[in-house]
């Protein structure tokens, strides 16, 4: 059984800090490349951020800036994103993904939501 589960998220004032966690179960986690999207509300889901299957190339998108960050702990089977800075226009629902670095086949979680909020 293949589980992608996120956690972090919830409600943060401007200019705070979120660190997300997604933890995979079921897979060859190092086998996987993992990416991390959002989907505001009544938006497409996005690409945000995502990093190679032992930890290189970290890339980001066009939705993320200097106050994103993608890392991976291979041995926790755990993908992060650290968010700095948060503004309310952040406030989405974070996904992560995991895909396979030959098959190409790919794994989603459920989802986190972080709300950006006075």
């Known amino acids: 059984q293949v589980q992608l589960v996120e956690s972090g998220g919830g409600l943060v004032q401007p200019g705070g800090s979120l660190r997300l966690s997604c933890t995979a179960s079921?897979?060859?986690?190092?086998?996987?490349?993992m990416s991390w999207y959002r989907q505001a509300p009544g938006e497409q889901r996005e690409l945000v951020a995502s990093i190679g299957s032992r930890g290189a190339e970290p890339t980001y998108y066009n939705y993320a800036d200097g106050r994103f960050t993608i890392s991976r702990d291979n041995a926790k089977n755990t993908v992060y994103l650290q968010i700095d800075s948060l503004k309310p226009e952040d406030t989405a629902v974070f996904y992560c993904?995991?895909?396979?670095?030959?098959?190409?086949?790919?794994?989603w979680g459920q989802g986190t939501q972080v709300t950006v909020s006075s």
């Open positions: 993904k995991a895909t396979h670095i030959v098959t190409m086949g790919d794994y």
């Open positions: 079921g897979i060859i986690f190092s086998s996987y490349s």
